[in-house]
């Protein structure tokens, strides 16, 4: 019974911390489309935090079930095989933990997305650059020949 407290504080823990998580991946969505790398550069420093705590709490977690012998289950399985009163409290907070996660794993994958965007798009500026960069060599990519030669427009 004491270790299914332990269990269900932990699982609350680790509501509120993705709770707050999600708000910093909201931030981080507004900073990449504004172009705030100052305010970017701080969310990474907060999403370094937060991904400790989650490994704090999931080690207490895996030390928990493991003490319990319960460390192969699920925790749906764990929540299926304890009595009624344990069995309502762990359904609300694994409820609520899964719709949580569900949410993270979104606004997550969404701030990917739009990463992965604007770093194509700076490599395509980067290219067109490059581009720029090579006319005045002697057909070669500078990128294959390290060494360039520049051919008088005169010839």
Known sequence: MEQMDALYT???????????????????YDAVIKDDIKKIDEIISKEQ??????????Q????ITNSMNIKDKTLREIIEMDDEEDNSK????Y?????VLEDFKKISSECKILIEVRLHKIEI???????????YLDGKSQKN??????????I
């Open 125 to 135: 500026l980067q290219g067109k650059q490059s581009e720029n960069e090579n006319t």
């Open 145 to 154: 020949n390290l060494k360039s030669h520049i051919v008088s427009k005169r």
């Open 49 to 58: 935090v937060f991904y400790l705590k989650a490994k704090g709490l999931e």
């Open 60 to 63: 207490k977690r895996e030390k």
């Open 10 to 28: 932990i699982l609350e823990e680790s509501l509120e911390l993705y709770e707050s998580f999600i708000k910093v991946e909201y931030d981080k």
């Open 90 to 93: 762990l359904k609300l907070v």
């Open 95 to 99: 409820d609520r933990l899964f719709k």
